[in-house]
């Protein structure tokens, strides 16, 4: 299994950036993808997630900004949406992929950073 994301980058506060993460290779039907983030000095932290059958997690920090999704034509891409960033959403964003399935298995990307300046 493989992900791919992109879309990062350098924005002023107040704007908007998409993110994007493809998942390729065994992917069972049921899974949740979604985005973490990193900041310097701070842990790994939920950003949003959704599951196969279109169930959101999201934080309490993103809520009303950011937005996850589903392709409707390719179900194992998502993408987020984040619009209205501040300063404090500048991190790297992982993408992740978990396999409910007997394997258990969780996946990460390679990370893409947001730079929010403000």
């Known amino acids: 299994v493989q992900l791919q994301a992109s879309g990062g980058g350098l924005v002023q506060a107040g704007g908007s950036l998409r993110l994007s993460c493809v998942a390729s290779?065994?992917?069972?039907?049921?899974?949740?993808m979604g985005w973490y983030r990193q900041a310097p000095g701070k842990e790994r932290e939920l950003v949003a997630t959704?599951?196969?059958?279109?169930?959101?997690?999201d934080a309490d920090s993103v809520k009303g900004r950011f937005t996850i999704s589903r392709d409707n034509n390719a179900r194992n891409t998502v993408h987020l949406q984040m619009n209205s960033l501040k300063s404090e959403d500048t991190a790297v964003y992982y993408c992740n992929l978990f396999l409910r399935d007997s394997r258990g298995l969780n996946y990460w990307g390679q990370g893409t950073l947001v730079t929010v300046s403000s």
């Open positions: 290779g065994r992917i069972s039907d049921m899974n949740v």
């Open positions: 959704i599951t196969s059958g279109g169930t959101v997690n």
